[in-house]
């Protein structure tokens, strides 16, 4: 079993180097050695250790793993923190990326490289780690649109930028991840960062329409657009929704706007916003109860997306 994923990791990574070589167009006689060896060399140290050393209990549990699913990935960043505190060498540490995020013509550059390289081989067409390749590898290519993962405090673009030139080449990775910075040029790496980080915005976008829908069905149940307006629905009685996120930082000095909006849903009354001195009796204090702590949170974190 181990040695033949052994064996089976080894022929994909000399494989894919001479893909890669390949595709890069006219191999001259002094890229081919220098190609094929690279990705080799890194990934005989982690695969050798596994029977020997007692890192064998954390390699046991890959072959189990048929997908990448939600929990996997879990377990991925337990053993990743200490992967991903590693420190940026100096060479790369002052980078920074060039591209603004969201840069449309740097991510469609960034794409056209992902797919020119196959990147997808091993971390998959949707760039969430289940390549064809990917059963094979050890460690295996994380989520890269997984937005808890990608905002992770160590998962900077400099870092991103950083793997990419050296691959899985460096310690502490030592993986099959290839080193790109001969094959491509500084700008290039970072359109593929940018690339990788578009991917990861869309996601936190449609995670966020879906709060936003959810919150909204709670905000029409409960019924608070007979008094607030946002955008052209709802009453007046109370005040305006547009821009509360913001306003409700202003409010009351020493406030968070969360702590603010989350009180003049729990404790109506409390606070009379300018303008509304006179109606602070007006809005149900009842509203707390008719609300889950769930319910509350999302149209909290709805309110105060309303910038
Ligand atoms: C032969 C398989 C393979 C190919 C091809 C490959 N990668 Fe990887 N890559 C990996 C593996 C395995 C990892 C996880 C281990 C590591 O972090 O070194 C990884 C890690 C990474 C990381 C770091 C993410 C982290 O976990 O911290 C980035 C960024 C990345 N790859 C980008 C790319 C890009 C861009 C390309 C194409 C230009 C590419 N990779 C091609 C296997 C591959
Ligand atoms: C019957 C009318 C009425 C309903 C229903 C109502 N409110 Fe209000 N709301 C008010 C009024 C009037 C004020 C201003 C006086 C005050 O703060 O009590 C207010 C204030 C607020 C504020 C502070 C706004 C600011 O600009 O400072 C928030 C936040 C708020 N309401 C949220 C809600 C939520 C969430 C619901 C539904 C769960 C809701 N309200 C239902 C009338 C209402």
């Known amino acids: ?36 060896p690279e990705p080799t060399k890194p990934s005989a140290p982690t695969l050798t250790p ?86 094979v590898l050890d460690p295996k290519p994380i989520n890269l649109t997984d ?52 991917r990861t915005v869309k996601e936190v976008a449609e995670n966020e329409e879906e709060e936003n829908q959810a919150a909204i069905a709670v905000i029409e149940k409960v019924g608070c657009f007979a008094c607030h307006r946002l955008g052209s629905r709802g009453g007046k009685i109370g005040p305006e929704w547009d821009g509360i996120g913001t306003r409700a930082a202003t409010r009351i000095p020493g406030m968070t706007a969360e702590e603010y909006i989350r009180q003049s849903i729990l404790d109506p009354g409390a606070f009379a916003p300018p303008g509304f001195e006179d109606k602070a009796q007006l809005m149900p204090s009842s509203l707390g109860e008719k609300l889950t702590a769930e319910e509350l949170d999302l149209i909290v974190e709805f309110l105060l997306r309303q910038k």
């Open 1 to 36: 079993m181990k040695p033949k994923k052994w064996f089976v990791t080894a022929i994909l990574i000399v494989t894919f180097g001479l893909i890669a070589v390949g595709c890069g167009g006219a191999v001259t006689p002094t890229t081919a050695p220098t190609a094929v």
């Open 147 to 198: 937005p808890v993962l990608m905002s992770l405090p160590f998962v900077t673009d400099t870092y991103l930028f950083w793997r990419i030139g050296e691959g899985g080449s460096q310690p502490p990775f030592f993986s099959a991840m290839p080193i790109w910075k001969m094959k491509l040029s500084e700008p290039e790496r970072w359109q593929l960062v940018t690339f990788i980080r578009s």
């Open 50 to 135: 596994e029977p020997t050393k007692p890192s064998a209990p954390v390699a046991t549990p890959a072959p189990q793993v048929a997908s990448n699913s939600a929990p996997v990935i879990f377990e991925q960043v337990e053993d990743r923190l200490k992967l991903w505190q590693a420190q940026i060498p100096p060479e790369y540490a002052g980078k920074t990326n060039p591209y603004p995020l969201g840069d449309a013509s740097a991510v469609s550059a960034g794409e056209s490289i992902f797919n020119d390289k196959h990147c997808a081989a091993c971390h998959g067409g949707e760039l969430e780690g289940d390549g064809e390749f990917s059963q």
